[in-house]
């Protein structure tokens, strides 16, 4: 796993910066190894573990590959969209939406997630990892198995990835605003409009860690989809984007619909209950 290693999302930007910027430069191994971590900022790591780990992670997310033992960005890594965009696209794509990478990434958030409240109190790293190991994994034992320092590092991804914030405890709050917010073209696809049932179906499949999807019904057996009761961390996203207008949120009183009353939206024009879900007309 990347993500308990020396690799932070600013050195993974900043290596996809310096290819994008000196892209004519033939870069070998060791000298893009020196440049990412000079003498001086070596800090006492001899090997440039650093270095090393951030190319080897860039790797894995499909971000740069070496031929004939240059390393240069993957073509999908060239466009110019901004760095981060770019990075985040990794994540959805090779983190998020499958365990090859990341085993422990979207599972264990999904897990958190599923807690509600309860996952939103603070909790050492280590009784984190007690509680998934026995309460989502039941104690089955798995090779590279999640423990305090995987935890550690995952909390330094989770905000950058947009699934959530660190409050003023240390304590992470789950509320996948950004995440979702970038997943809105795949889960309407060509649609303006869907009901509440189809959105939840288009977030599952686009958003395999969110409520429903496939890696959050691996660690939270007990959730019945027949409730229609969204997450507290995914009612104040869908809250929070009706709020900001990226979505509307259409229910009614006497709705049937899924709930994102966890959230104690503001009755104002939504009454805690989905019928539909829309798209606004213009750029979201």
């Not at 290819?19 to 070998?28: H, I």
């Not at 020196?34 to 951030?54: I, K, M, W």
């Amino acid at each position: 796993m990347f993500t308990d290693s020396y690799v932070t999302p600013r050195r993974l930007e900043v290596l996809i910066s310096v290819l994008r910027e000196y892209s004519r430069r033939d870069w070998k191994r060791e000298t893009l190894y020196h440049t990412l971590q000079p003498e001086g900022l070596s800090g006492g790591v001899s090997n440039r573990d650093p270095a090393r780990a951030t190319i080897a992670a860039a790797s894995e997310l499909g971000l740069v590959e070496e031929k004939a033992g240059v390393i240069e960005l993957a073509p999908r890594a060239e466009a110019k969209r901004p760095v981060r965009h770019t990075v985040l696209d990794a994540l959805d794509r090779e983190v998020l939406a499958k365990t090859d990478v990341e085993p422990w990434f979207g599972l264990f958030y999904a897990f958190q997630l599923g807690l509600g409240a309860e996952g939103a109190k603070p909790c050492t790293a280590d009784n984190w990892a007690k509680r998934f190991l026995a309460e989502a994994l039941h104690s089955v034992p798995y090779p590279n198995p999640f423990n305090g320092t995987k935890h550690s590092g995952l909390m330094r991804w989770f905000p950058y990835a947009g699934l959530g914030w660190i409050d003023g405890r240390r304590t992470f709050q789950a509320n996948p605003y950004e995440r979702l917010r970038r997943a809105l073209p795949h889960v309407f696809g060509t649609s303006k409009r869907l009901n509440g049932d189809d959105f939840m179906v288009g977030l599952a499949n686009a958003c395999p860690e969110l409520d429903g999807g496939n890696l959050f019904r691996q660690v939270n057996g007990s959730w019945d989809v027949r409730g229609k009761v969204c997450t507290l961390g995914l009612s104040h996203a869908l809250v929070d984007l009706h709020l900001a207008g990226h979505l509307r949120l259409v229910g009614t009183v006497d709705s049937r619909g899924w709930s994102v009353q966890l959230a104690n939206p503001p009755r104002t024009d939504f009454a805690g209950r989905i019928d539909f879900v829309e798209l606004p007309g213009g750029d979201n």
